[in-house]
């Protein structure tokens, strides 16, 4: 369970400094905060696109988070040392997925009583379904985001490089994260054809983790 | 005949176009210890990256104990000391150790018993950022000796270190050589590799100009090696 070891060491990491923890939940606030004032809370319309806002929301706060999965050993040369070691790429892999996915998912259950307040919606009788869609939807983006995190770590420009290579290919499962969001927050139940969406999620979760897993190795030894 | 610890065959390595390695082959056995000598850019770091399964090598073929360096079992036994520390700084001393101890799959009180050897158990519960350059240096040698291994892959590893760090650093490198453990070094500082090493190599802009053992004249005067066999 060596990469347990690696999750419990950034986690450790980032808890004791907060850089991306701080940075990633004041942008997603202040997001939440002027979409506030753009649209009209009390309409009905908000119901329509409160998934959409919210994902796009977690989608812009979690690249700050992955961003810093694999930088984080930049400094005094970590990850050659973690390379060199007889940890495998992808279990390095799997511990900085694990630590990103817990760092989101904070962001997440932090910024929903505030979007809960801002938009006037009521999510606590969803709130666990809820909790399952943001777990299906923020592994989706973590397993991918920590893969370009790891391939751009290197290069100069890797904050903007990173948002660049995620979103376009994380749309398939947001656009399920979304859809499900939506239907959850507008107090109904994940069924009918809106399964659908549900296996989309999954299936990207599973394919993308399979993956991510098998050209670690290559992306990170070259 | 016995596998040679490390075996260097035939190895290339280009950045873009630029050959920075080019048909490099060497072996070291077990208690040797080489010292790997050039000027900056020669390829030294390349060489001892593609040692530590750190690059891979453009043609040619690396083995470290009859294995591959990616391998884990290889992997398992190398101790390195690259350009930078390898330890975290917003974690503490005995954190950074116990995290290294867990990955090599070595007892957690090793961390401690090293901490002792490097004279930091003082400073255990403090975090790296506030240790002095010379701490942090110490802690380095004890994160690359702390699961014993057999083969110590180090990179001018005397640079920047300060008086009690070298002294510290040659003591565990002359116990490591006698009891048999491979050395490989890349080194500007010649007099104290010279001291250490059993064999000398001089690599010139990626080509291995000469490898054999060290003769008492390079002890005598460690410029002997570039005068001798490098290019003028």
């Known amino acids: ?222 | 005949m016995p596998e040679p610890v490390l075996a260097v065959d035939h190895v290339y390595k280009y950045f873009g176009d630029y050959p920075a390695l080019h048909d490099v082959s060497f072996s070291l056995n077990g208690g040797e210890c080489l010292a790997l000598i050039g000027r900056n850019g020669a390829g030294k770091t390349t060489m001892l990256k593609i040692l530590a399964g750190l690059s891979g090598a453009a043609q040619g073929e690396v083995r470290l104990f009859g294995d591959s360096p990616r391998q884990a079992s290889a992997r398992r036994r190398i101790g390195l000391l690259g350009h930078g520390i390898g330890v975290y700084d917003e974690l503490t001393a005995i954190e950074n150790l116990t995290i290294f101890a867990q990955l090599y799959g070595v007892s957690a009180t090793v961390a401690r018993h090293w901490l002792e050897r490097t004279q930091l158990a003082h400073v255990a519960n403090a975090p790296v950022r506030e240790f002095s350059r010379g701490m942090r240096q110490r802690l380095a040698v004890a994160r690359a000796f702390l699961h014993d291994p057999a083969l110590l892959i180090l990179d001018e590893p005397f640079t920047a270190l300060d008086d009690r760090a070298i002294a510290l650093l040659q003591g565990l490198l002359a116990e490591a050589k006698a009891a048999g453990r491979t050395i490989i070094m890349s080194t500007h500082q010649l007099r104290e590799a010279m001291e250490l090493a059993t064999h000398v190599a001089l690599i010139e802009r990626g080509k291995l100009v000469h490898f054999g053992e060290r003769t008492p004249e390079m002890l005598a005067d460690p410029t002997y090696v570039y005068r001798t066999f490098g290019a003028a």
């Open chain 1, 1 to 222: 369970m060596v990469f347990l070891q690696i999750a419990a060491k950034d986690l450790r990491s980032e808890l004791r400094t907060k850089e991306s923890l701080n940075a990633s939940l004041s942008f997603a606030v202040v997001i939440l905060l002027l979409f506030s004032f753009a649209f009209d809370p009390s309409s009905e319309a908000v119901a329509e696109f409160s998934g959409g806002l919210l994902w796009l929301v977690f989608a812009f706060a979690g690249a700050l988070i992955l961003n810093r999965s694999f930088a984080r050993e930049l400094p005094n040369d970590c990850l050659e040392v973690l390379i060199a070691s007889p940890v495998s790429g992808a279990q390095l892999f799997l511990g900085k997925t694990i630590a990103s996915f817990v760092l989101l998912l904070i962001i997440e259950v932090i910024c929903l009583p505030i979007f809960g307040i801002f938009y006037d919606i009521t999510w606590l009788p969803q709130a666990l379904p809820l909790l399952g869609i943001f777990a299906l939807g923020t592994w989706g983006m973590t397993v991918l985001g920590t893969l370009f995190s790891a391939l751009t770590v290197n290069l100069s420009l890797r904050e903007l490089m990173l948002p660049m290579l995620l979103y376009p290919l994380m749309l398939p499962a947001l656009m399920a994260a979304m859809r499900l969001t939506t239907i959850l927050l507008a107090g109904n139940a994940i069924g009918g054809g809106d399964i659908v969406w549900l296996r989309l999620l999954i299936g990207f979760d599973i394919i993308f983790t399979a993956l991510s897993l098998a050209l670690v190795e290559t992306i990170l030894v070259r």
